[in-house]
């Protein structure tokens, strides 16, 4: 699979799930794997899968991303144009 920029991959609402496999994608954990390959990283108690859950929540701290809850089921998305954008001088 092509290496993608976060922003492209979080363009739009993505389950928590999907997020971090776009992360994990991004910092070249799951290089050539499928969701489908990794997906009990994020589905049990493990310190990768907490890990890229907590670096969803510190990016969207950070003003990078925005999250939602849609009925129970946490979201994300890129926020700004540029990650320096959401950061005060």
Known sequence: MPLVA???ALADWTDIDGAQYQLGRVVGLFADQSFGDVK???WTDNP???ALH???FNLTQAGVL???DDDGELQFRW???SPLDALER
């Open 79 to 81: 926020l700004t144009p």
């Open 66 to 68: 925005d999250h939602r």
């Open 54 to 56: 907590d670096m969803l």
């Open 40 to 42: 009990w990283v994020f």
């Open 48 to 50: 990768l899968g907490q």
């Open 6 to 8: 976060l922003a492209d």
